[in-house]
């Protein structure tokens, strides 16, 4: 059984600062990854995939993934308010998904 | 855009009921889930499918029914209702490996 790990928060960050959202798993073979944003009362909905070592940029968000350390992470630059949310991290295994519990971030305006 | 559809958004039922939740997807994707979420206990997998009449139990089938008649439609069945099955309930669907996963909006269910 797969396992992802996400601190539940919750994390302040003042407007305008970097958020730092992480995760672990337990799967070294584990290929995909994936970041899901979830307002109160919501459903999920896709932020960003990635699937190499490294970072993958898109927009004001930075996935890293580090596959030696079986951590990754997601950077939010310029955080807004609208950024306030809950972020859930998903280990793709096959095509049924493992999802954390997910990390509730406040931008604090 | 992909699009998930589910047939409410809130539902009360009350215990010992048949409840049948509905999910359709239009991009043709032959993967389809169903989870449960509540607070602290995250996104837990019920049931899911890989094709056509075909499912797989997840993480927490007990109690819960599925059904893919149609390639577009998934039905989740609480073939009796009880209270602990209060829950949001959430369908997804995705297009195969590596694909990411694409949401309904959930239905807020709950159990009298």
């Known amino acids: 059984q797969k396992e992802v790990e996400q601190n539940s928060g919750p994390l302040s960050v003042p407007e305008g600062a970097i958020a730092s959202l992480n995760c672990t798993y337990s799967d070294r073979g584990s290929q995909s990854f994936f970041w899901y944003r979830q307002y109160s009362g919501k459903s999920p909905e896709l932020i960003m995939s990635i699937y190499s070592n490294g970072d993958k940029e898109d927009g004001r968000f930075t996935a890293q993934l580090n596959k030696a350390s079986q951590y990754v992470s997601l950077l939010i630059r310029d955080s807004q308010p609208s950024d306030s949310a809950t972020y859930l991290c998903a280990d793709l295994g096959g095509n049924q998904f493992y999802f954390g519990t997910g990390t509730s971030l406040t931008v604090i305006p | 855009d992909v699009k998930v559809t589910q047939s409410s958004r809130y539902l009360v039922k009350r215990t010992g009921e048949k409840v049948f939740l509905e999910c359709v997807q239009d991009m043709d994707h032959e993967n389809m889930f169903w989870y449960r979420q509540d607070p602290g206990l995250g996104l837990r997998l019920i049931y899911f499918s890989y094709d056509v009449k075909m499912k797989e139990k997840g993480d927490i089938p007990e109690g819960y029914s599925v059904s893919r008649e149609k390639k577009e439609r998934f039905s989740l069945i609480l073939e009796s209702a009880s209270t602990n099955q209060t829950s949001m309930y959430l369908c997804?669907?995705?297009?195969?490996?590596?694909?990411?996963?694409?949401f309904g909006d959930g239905t807020r269910l709950s159990i009298l």
């Open positions: 997804a669907s995705s297009g195969g490996p590596n694909q990411p996963q694409h």
